[in-house]
Structures are given as structure tokens and as C-alpha cells.
Nanobody, 122 residues
Framework: QVQLVESGGGLVQAGGSLTLSCAAS????????MGWFRQAPGQEREFVARIWWSGGFTNYADSAKGRFAISRDNAKHTVYLQMNSLKSEDTAVYYC???????????????WGQGTQVFVSS
């Protein structure tokens, strides 16, 4: 049974930082791309960042470039999202996902976590 468990969300002031973690277990293969998505109230789930299984390739949404950094530790089966210079518009539930295709679209991911809430106060 595949499980993706996010942690690290919370309340932070604008300009602050948070690091999200996603612990994965039960994935059939280590060759899964990992992605972070987010969903604000009343909005669609949107892509934030992704990292290839080897960690050698990363990709970010324009809103995340220069502020967020995705990384993974395959030995710990964990992926991270370091978020800096947070803005109120970053407020959302953040989801971790694993997919063999691993693109920037929701449909390209096979497994999802339950999400962790990030609230940025202005």
C-alpha cells in the first residue's frame, strides 16, 4: 500500500520560510518522479515543483522560481520543499505526489498524499 505523508505546514508570516516534507512508503519502484502541488480555497490544484527520481532534474512553476527549492533523499524515501520569502498568495493546502510520468499536470501522478496546510499571514 502506497502512502505519502506530508508534514511541516503551519502558520508563518509573510517573508518567512517553511520546509515541507513528504515521506513515501510502498512505492513499487524508486523511479518515481515526485511533485508538489497546492490548492487554495475555491481554486484548482496547481503545480508547484517536481523532481526526477535521480534528483538531477527539477522544475518549478513560475510562482515558485527563485523562492522554493525541491529536493529528495532516496535513502530516506523523503522529498522536501523549502519555501522562502513566503507571500500571502502562497496560502494553500500543499500536496505531495508520486508519478511515473511526473510532469506538471495533476493527471500525470499516480499517488497523492492527504496534504498539509500552509497559511501565510500578511
Amino acid at each position: 500500500q502506497v502512502q505519502l505523508v506530508e508534514s511541516g505546514g503551519g502558520l508563518v508570516q509573510a517573508g518567512g520560510s517553511l520546509t515541507l516534507s513528504c515521506a513515501a512508503s510502498g512505492l513499487p519502484s524508486s523511479r518515481y518522479a515526485m511533485g508538489w502541488f497546492r490548492q487554495a480555497p475555491g481554486q484548482e490544484r496547481e503545480f508547484v515543483a517536481r523532481i526526477w527520481w535521480s534528483g538531477g532534474f527539477t522544475n518549478y512553476a513560475d510562482s515558485a522560481k527563485g523562492r522554493f527549492a525541491i529536493s529528495r533523499d532516496n535513502a530516506k524515501h523523503t522529498v522536501y520543499l523549502q519555501m522562502n520569502s513566503l507571500k500571502s498568495e502562497d496560502t494553500a493546502v500543499y500536496y505531495c505526489a508520486a508519478g511515473l510520468q511526473g510532469g506538471s499536470r495533476v493527471g500525470q501522478y499516480n499517488y497523492w498524499g492527504q496534504g498539509t496546510q500552509v497559511f501565510v499571514s500578511s
